[in-house]
């Protein structure tokens, strides 16, 4: 168990629609990041935040956002969602800023039909 | 930019067979590298990592060394077990934001009795 929870663990959503996955860090990790794994596309980091606000961005689509709470807790919110964003999603999370060990959740994996 | 080729999978070996993965990168100066591993319907796992040249990680059996002449990391076991079966992902951090990292596109290891 990495310590990082993310729910929901399977999403199965129309075109056109949105969703919200959620992301707990470990105990006491300020970053947060999110990956999109697809079998085309690979492992693509899409977004970092540190501490409540954004640090770098990726390959994330306009259609797609991310906050951090100020609990540390982190949403990923998808949007007019299209076959093509069918994917496993995964939160990681580290102690801070600067390259340190990312530990990642267990993913979500969206399905759009 | 930085970026990191994995041999294709799947390898498949039978138990106690030895094992390489090969991982090569392109990078400025001399980054970190890492090896994380996904079990069946898990999250990544880090499983290695050396920081610096000739720096050698291990973990669980595996082993990796930093080679700057050939700009690799290959992953190696001496004694592979169906439990190792799983995919590996060799990563290293973006030169621009160490925050990000630049993941392989995996190689599945398939180890059968």
């Known amino acids: 168990d990495s310590g990082v929870t993310q729910t929901p663990k399977h999403l199965i959503t129309a075109t056109g629609q949105r969703v919200t996955l959620r992301c707990s860090p470990r105990?006491?990790?300020?970053?947060v990041y999110w990956y999109q794994q697809s079998l085309d596309q690979g492992l693509q980091f899409l977004i970092q935040?540190?501490?409540?606000?954004?640090?770098a961005k990726g390959n994330i689509l306009e259609r797609f956002s991310a906050q951090q709470f100020p609990d540390l807790h982190s949403e990923l919110n998808l949007s007019s969602l299209e076959l093509g964003d069918s994917a496993l999603y995964f939160c990681?999370?580290?102690?801070?800023?600067?390259?340190?060990?990312?530990?990642f959740g267990q993913g979500t994996r969206l399905t759009v039909v | 930019g930085d970026s990191v080729t994995q041999m294709e999978g799947p390898v498949t070996l039978s138990e106690e067979a030895f094992l390489t993965i090969n991982c090569t990168y392109t990078?400025?100066?001399?980054?970190?590298l890492f090896w994380y591993v996904q079990y069946p319907g898990e999250g990544l796992q880090l499983l290695l990592k050396?920081?610096?040249?000739?720096d050698k990680g291990s973990n669980k059996g595996f082993e990796a060394t930093y080679r700057k002449e050939t700009t690799s990391f290959h992953l190696e076991k001496g004694s592979v077990q169906v439990s190792d079966s799983a995919v590996y992902f060799c990563?290293?951090?973006?030169?621009?934001?160490?925050?990000?990292?630049?993941f392989g596109t995996g190689t599945r290891l398939q180890v059968f009795p």
């Open positions: 105990s006491g990790d300020l970053s």
């Open positions: 050396a920081t610096k040249a000739d």
């Open positions: 990681a999370s580290s102690v801070g800023q600067g390259y340190t060990e990312a530990f």
């Open positions: 935040y540190y501490n409540g606000e954004e640090r």
């Open positions: 990563a290293l951090p973006s030169l621009y934001n160490t925050d990000k990292l630049i």
């Open positions: 990078a400025t100066g001399y980054p970190s």
